[in-house]
T-cell receptor, first 112, second 115 residues
Framework: DAKTTQPPSMDCAEGRAANLPCNHSTISGNEYVYWYRQIHSQGPQYIIHGLKNNETNEMASLIITEDRKSSTLILPHATLRDTAVYYCIVRVFTSGTYKYIFGTGTRLKVLA | AAGVIQSPRHLIKEKRETATLKCYPIPRHDTVYWYQQGPGQDPQFLISFYEKMQSDKGSIPDRFSAQQFSDYHSELNMSSLELGDSALYFC??????????????FGAGTRLSVL
């Protein structure tokens, strides 16, 4: 029941913006989009989430298209420490509770 | 700030043995989730608890059981271990289930190796 599609891998030069796309064409009106990253085998780390408005925090920006069928995570100035697997996740309401549906993730490599 | 604590960090077991993984959520978080991540795989949801009651089940084998206790910590019990159970097991907690601040905070995980 995958709800998101992401490119398997991307490279980005250090200091440049990393733009990670995610397709969630079957998202429902009240389902949020979340982004997490996982460095090596550490626990996934929360980055940002949103419903329909663009969001920004100290880590990243989230741009959600008006039809909500896709979104882009932007890391404005990528560093080597941003090398990780980035997961675009849809939070669904099912069986009376909320659940994250993980996609397959994008492996971002930041190059020096 | 306090984070989600998982113990043990590493566990080695033989086939057919049992294992118990523990998770201590962030204080005042009432919802706990368990995930399994096999080698090279994405995290897969196993089970969740809200206010000490099971709230949802994912692809959790019948050999596994879990519960959430009165202090909100949770334990995942795994019996008749198989080689395929070797994986990272993550626990996550959230302070605002279904709300605007519904963010799952993950622990560092328990790496289970079944030999």
């Amino acid at each position: 029941d995958a709800k998101t599609t992401q490119p398997p891998s991307m490279d980005c030069a250090e200091g440049r913006a990393a733009n990670l796309p995610c397709n969630h064409s079957t998202i429902s009106g009240n389902e949020y989009v979340y982004w997490y990253r996982q460095i090596h085998s550490q626990g996934p780390q929360y980055i940002i989430h949103g419903l329909k408005n663009n969001e920004t925090n100290e880590m990243a920006s989230l741009i959600i298209t008006e039809d909500r069928k896709s979104s882009t995570l932007i890391l404005p100035h990528a560093t080597l420490r941003d090398t990780a697997v980035y997961y675009c996740i849809v939070r669904v309401f099912t069986s009376g509770t909320y659940k994250y549906i993980f996609g397959t993730g994008t492996r971002l490599k930041v190059l020096a | 700030a306090a984070g989600v604590i998982q113990s043990p960090r590493h566990l080695i077991k033989e086939k057919r043995e049992t294992a118990t993984l523990k998770c201590y959520p962030i204080p005042r978080h009432d919802t706990v989730y368990w995930y399994q991540q096999g080698p090279g795989q994405d995290p897969q949801f196993l089970i969740s608890f809200y206010e000490k009651m099971q709230s949802d089940k994912g692809s959790i084998p019948d050999r596994f059981s879990a519960q959430q206790f009165s202090d909100y910590h949770s334990e995942l019990n795994m019996s008749s271990l198989e080689l395929g159970d070797s994986a990272l097991y993550f626990c996550a907690s959230t302070p605002d289930r279904g709300g605007l601040l519904d963010i799952q905070y993950f622990g560092a995980g328990t790496r289970l190796s079944v030999l």
